[in-house]
Structure formats: structure tokens, C-alpha cells
């Protein structure tokens, strides 16, 4: 009689090839900066790479690492070189990964207390640290009224808010009814588009979304924010969810939290903060006057995704009244009744999100806040600051270039003062050269290059020859235009 074959790694070859992997990522890590930051690749080059047919019979794993290696990595811009500035950053670290790769390995699903009551606890408890290590209001820990959960990203945590907020403004009947085109909520123009996005998910309609004037620092007009409302509820309709930003994408500016709070305080507005990357600077209190104000936020959300070195994905979101979430997202079939969940004595975190089921994420989080230690994170962000302030200062002795923007933390807008052009190809060229990685915005119209310093490994020697390189390529494009 013949065996049954079995076609799944054997607990010995995942030891070996396991083993391969990290030792793949430990070197990766070692000769990242050797890649051009930015993928190469031309569109469909990856999918002609590979072949037309899956496999009909499995291949031998070290085949696959190393197709890795060949066909994959030339498509990779690579996010954790010390040379990428671009965007905000995703950094990550050593704990993080290895927290990702146990997640996996338990393979848990966490969408119930009882599913797993490890990765519910975990995660309040790591999300109530954070409330601490940040100094956050004490109306966002889960023994207060409010509490924290992991979102996949600071969207999905805004889109929450919103649902939220539309729910409390129409007294729990939007879920039953759907909305009637009253509901309005408002941001300013240098609002992350996800709030767009949100509005058009959460059928409010994206016309109901108020753009709120901005000031020459780029941060919401209070005045601006307090005018548009009396004149929306003076046309019948019904003010609802305010976003502030605590470090706007294009430019970092922080919206005044105490004036918009108390607007909204008085106008009984749903006030949701969005401090997705620069959030991870008030671990350091001399960096916590960026949430001033935040106590009379409902709700608020930051990225350790993007400079907590924690990787995508982790938005750590926090509620005011924990009542209101999940009044406005739960739904109980009987296939998820459960004895622990009716006991009223558990979080079950599939009420503070959209979808169901959960990775447990905390457990990445608590791998980094412990390797590290707070003031391990604090010795980092320090650091990161510190050099894009020098880099500030660089730019604001050079008489080629000139800052657009303030740069209260570690993003630098700045910008050639030659022009639009000057600036395009410059920006074009610098990310031709493989060397670095800068984006870039528009400010007042005019376009602009943004350099973020946030990625783990960035040292002053990288951002010197950033700024050396910069000066070079600036003197080459001058000569052309
Ligand atoms: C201020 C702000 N909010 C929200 C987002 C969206 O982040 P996520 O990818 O976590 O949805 C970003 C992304 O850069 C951002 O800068």
C-alpha cells in the first residue's frame, strides 16, 4: 500500500529554510544601501519576469528565495535605505519583524476576546502604554471611558471616526436609514486625501466636505472653520466631523487644536485628530506641544507604521466614549455569540473596525516598545529631528534655496529658488541618480521638495550627502535651463 504524499513543509525544512530567510533579511539590511532607492523597473517588466503558468508541481524553497532575490528585488524601491526620504516614512526594525513573523507563525484570528484572548488583552494593554508614553489624554485609556485599537491604517482609523461621528450627529438612525444629504464635515486643503475617501465610503458624499482656509504656516483657520459652519447650519444642514491634522503630508503643519476644540466643543462636533506620522514625536515631552489641545479631541490616530520603527501596517486609534464606536459598528450573528462576549467583561475588537477578522498585531508594537524601551525611541526620534533641523539650517544659509514651509520637526520643504523647473528636473534627476529619494508637494503653487527623516537607519552622513548631492545636480541643472 502506497503513502500518502504529503506536500507541506515538514517542520524540519521550515527550521532550515526559516533560518535562510532571516539570514536573506539580516543581509538585505546590510547591503541596502548598495540598491538605487528608487525601482528601475519599466511597467510590466516584474510580470514578464515571471512565468505565464503557476506551478502544476511544488518547487524546492532555497529556487524561490532565490527568484526572490533575482526577479523581485530589481521591482523594489527600497523603503528602509538610510537614503530614502521620500513621503513620510514605513520604517521598521529587527523586534518588529520578528513580531510579524511569530503573528504569522501563531496564525490567530482576533476578531473575538475568546478567539484568541491574548491578542485582545495584549493590545489594550500595549495601546493604554501608549497613551502613557505619549502623554495622551487619559480619556483614551480602556479604563476610562474611551480605548485604543490597531487599525490596519491611519484611513481605515478616519473613516471609523467618521462613521462615528455621523452616527452620534443623527442619534444612531444613519445606520437604519442611510443619510439624507444634511450630514457636512469639514478639513482644511492640506488634509490627507483620506478624508476624501472617507466621505465618499461613508455616504456622506464628498461634496459635503468643506475645505477650511489654511494660514502662511499652512494650519487651519479656526475663524475660517467657525464661519463655514454657521453658514451650513444657517442652510438647514448638519455639521458633523471636524479632521484636524497634527502634521499635515505635504508640509507638517499642525492645525490649532485649542481653537478648533472649543469650536467644536460648542457646536457638539465630532473632532478627530489625524497625527499619523508626526503623532511618534511626543514620545520626547519636549515635542509635545504638537497635541495641545488634544484632550478635546473624540478621537485621534497616529502611525507607529511610519516612525515608531513598527512596520506596516499599525494605526494606533484611539476613541474618547468607546460607546459610540461600538454602537456604530457592531453587528452580532448568532454564529459569533459567544459566552465570554455576553458576559459584557471582554473587548471584542470587531465592533471598532470594518472588517471582521484580525491580525495580531500588537504583538510587533510590544516587541519594539520593549527592545527598544521608551527612551531608546525617544534617543531616535531625537536623532531624526536633529539632523532634518540641520538640514533646515542648510538650506537656510544656501542662497540657491530657500524653505517653503516651517519645519517644526523632520520634514524640510524646501525648494530651488530658480523656479518650477529648476526644481522638477533637479528632483528628477536626484532620483535617477539611485543615490536618494525625495518627493515632493506643492505649496502656494509652487512646487516643492520634501525631505523626511524618519527611516530606522539614517545617519548625519546620509543627510550630508544628501544635501551635498542636492548641490551638485542643482549646479548641473542650472547650466541646462
Ligand atoms: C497625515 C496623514 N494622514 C493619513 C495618511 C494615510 O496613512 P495610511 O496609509 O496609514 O492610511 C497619511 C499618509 O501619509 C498622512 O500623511
Known amino acids: 500500500m502506497s503513502e500518502e504524499p504529503i506536500f507541506h513543509m515538514t517542520p524540519d525544512e521550515f527550521r532550515r529554510y526559516g533560518r535562510a530567510v532571516v539570514d536573506w533579511i539580516a543581509d538585505y539590511y546590510e547591503r541596502v544601501e548598495s540598491f538605487p532607492v528608487l525601482s528601475r523597473v519599466q511597467p510590466g517588466a516584474i510580470r514578464a519576469s515571471l512565468p505565464a503558468e503557476p506551478p502544476l508541481h511544488g518547487e524546492a524553497f532555497p529556487a524561490i528565495l532565490r527568484d526572490v532575490g533575482e526577479l523581485i528585488i530589481p521591482g523594489i524601491t527600497h523603503w528602509q535605505s538610510p537614503n530614502f526620504f521620500a513621503f513620510f516614512p514605513a520604517n521598521t526594525s529587527g523586534p518588529a519583524i520578528l513580531g510579524e513573523l511569530l503573528s504569522a507563525g501563531l496564525g490567530i484570528q482576533g476578531m473575538l476576546w475568546a478567539t484568541s484572548p491574548a491578542c485582545t488583552e495584549l493590545e489594550t494593554h500595549v495601546l493604554d502604554w501608549v497613551v502613557d508614553m505619549l502623554e495622551l489624554p487619559r480619556k483614551f485609556r480602556s479604563d476610562s471611558t474611551g480605548g ?42 492640506q488634509t490627507h486625501s483620506s478624508i476624501e475617501k472617507a466621505m465618499k465610503i461613508a455616504g456622506l458624499g464628498r461634496n459635503n466636505l468643506r475645505l477650511v482656509e489654511i494660514d502662511e504656516a499652512f494650519a487651519m483657520r479656526p475663524e475660517d472653520l467657525a464661519r463655514q459652519i454657521k453658514r451650513d447650519r444657517s442652510l438647514g444642514l448638519v455639521p458633523c466631523y471636524v479632521c484636524a491634522t497634527v502634521g499635515t503630508t505635504s508640509s507638517n503643519a499642525l492645525d490649532p487644536l485649542p481653537e ?25 515631552p519636549e515635542y509635545r506641544y504638537i497635541h495641545a489641545g488634544l484632550e478635546l479631541a473624540d478621537s485621534y490616530c497616529f502611525n507607529p507604521h511610519k516612525w515608531m520603527f513598527t512596520n506596516f501596517d499599525c494605526d494606533c486609534f484611539y476613541v474618547a466614549d468607546r460607546a459610540a464606536l461600538i454602537q456604530t459598528l457592531s453587528v452580532l450573528p448568532e454564529y459569533l455569540r459567544n459566552k ?29 516598545i520593549r527592545h527598544y524601551g521608551v527612551e531608546g525611541l525617544r534617543w531616535h526620534i531625537r536623532q531624526h529631528v536633529e ?95
Open 148 to 189: 485604543g485599537v490597531i487599525q490596519d491604517s491611519a484611513s481605515s482609523a478616519s473613516l471609523c471616526a467618521l462613521l462615528a461621528a455621523r452616527e452620534r450627529a443623527t442619534r444612531y438612525t444613519s445606520n437604519d436609514k442611510g443619510c439624507d444629504g444634511r450630514l457636512v464635515a469639514y478639513a482644511s486643503s
Open 340 to 368: 465570554a462576549t455576553e458576559t459584557g467583561a471582554v473587548i471584542d475588537y470587531r465592533d471598532w473596525q470594518i472588517p471582521l477578522g484580525r491580525r495580531f498585531r500588537s504583538l510587533k508594537l510590544w516587541f519594539v
Open 260 to 284: 478648533i476644540g472649543k469650536i467644536c466643543g460648542e457646536e457638539g462636533i465630532w473632532l478627530h485628530v489625524d497625527g499619523a506620522m508626526c503623532g511618534t514625536a511626543a514620545i520626547c
Open 387 to 481: 539632523l532634518a533641523q540641520q538640514f533646515a539650517r542648510w538650506v537656510r544659509e544656501s542662497d540657491r534655496f530657500e524653505l517653503a514651509a516651517p519645519a517644526p520637526l523632520n520634514l524640510v520643504c524646501f525648494r530651488h529658488v530658480g523656479g518650477d523647473t529648476i526644481n522638477e528636473r533637479l528632483l528628477d534627476r536626484l532620483n535617477r541618480s539611485g543615490k536618494v529619494y525625495l518627493t515632493h508637494t506643492k505649496l502656494n503653487d509652487r512646487y516643492t521638495l520634501r525631505l523626511c527623516i524618519g527611516q530606522t537607519h539614517t545617519e548625519a552622513r546620509h543627510v550630508q550627502r544628501a544635501w551635498q548631492l542636492i548641490q551638485e545636480m542643482a549646479t548641473e541643472v542650472e547650466q541646462e535651463v
